[in-house]
């Protein structure tokens, strides 16, 4: 398997892709992505992301995860709460086979959705809780962190969670080296082409430590516009062009980093029967 990118981050089981998947996984494979890290938000998603995985055998690669934002079932985002994740706690052991992450999971101090100290802490307790069964799994995370970038690094340290993507990561350029230290990885989508403001990040942040995503179906090029896993060449474009080093250079160095996080990524690729 040589060549090729590997979106750390996206979200295929999006209802947005219902409709044409087939026609979004074609154009996936013609833009030379070799995987996709499919994470989730909600327990819902759970049998979905894993169907996919056995429809797309070898390029879906699922991860499962409860993100600290909820929907569930209302168009009204609210602080995840530990109610929302007790259902999903008998499915990480359920496909505990299947999956090469645990995520999305995270903090979001936003504040209007996280409005009170005790959401806050609600929030906390439901990262420290999938940490913990990353730790028992053997897994890396998938890590949502907005509002909350010192705080987010500071609970996988005191916990002792080094293997971490961090994606999408808007924190200061101090608090990324604090990850990197500590041994996170750090993806950015496409969206980063629309402003300069993640290029003091990206310039800072090791290669050694950078990987790709696309978030999609959000985070594209065009903030109006759905986003594709094939969008993912623009997202290197932009770190060959902010680092000054060739395109080619960032793509083969994010796919080993992915392979290096999500190593789970090589035994789904050299699969093609998938048991129930």
């Known amino acids: ?162 293997r971490a993507l961090l994606h999408n990561f808007a924190g200061k350029p101090s608090v990324a080296m604090e990850g990197v230290q500590a041994g996170c990885f750090f993806s950015f989508p496409p969206a980063v082409c629309r402003n300069e403001q993640r290029a003091k990040l990206i310039k800072q942040i090791p290669l050694e430590y950078i990987c790709l995503e696309t978030d999609s179906p959000a985070l594209g090029p065009d903030k109006y516009v759905r986003n594709e896993p094939e969008n993912i060449s623009l997202a290197c474009k932009y770190i060959a062009r902010v680092k000054g080093i060739a395109e080619e250079k960032v793509m083969e160095a994010t796919a080993l980093n992915a392979f290096r996080l999500f190593p789970r990524i090589k035994m789904l690729d050299q699969q093609t029967d998938y048991s129930n």
């Open 1 to 162: 398997m040589d060549g090729g990118y590997v979106d750390c981050h996206c979200h295929i089981s999006a209802t947005e892709f219902n409709e044409d998947i087939d026609h979004v996984i074609t154009r996936t494979r013609e833009a030379g992505v070799r995987a996709l890290i499919s994470v989730t938000e909600e327990v819902s998603e759970f049998a979905r992301v894993i169907q996919l995985s056995k429809v797309y055998p070898g390029l879906v690669a699922p991860c499962l995860g409860v993100h600290p934002v909820q929907r569930s079932g209302s168009q009204e985002q609210r602080s995840v709460t530990i109610k929302d994740l007790e259902p999903a706690l008998p499915l990480f052991q359920k496909y505990k086979g299947d999956i090469v992450a645990i995520g999305e999971i995270g903090l979001d101090f936003t504040p209007w959705y996280a409005t009170s100290s005790q959401q806050r802490e609600e929030q906390q307790a439901v990262f420290i809780k999938q940490l913990q069964i990353s730790k028992e799994m053997d897994l890396p995370v998938n890590v949502h962190s907005r509002s909350a970038a010192k705080v987010t690094i500071g609970v996988l340290k005191e916990h002792g969670v080094g």
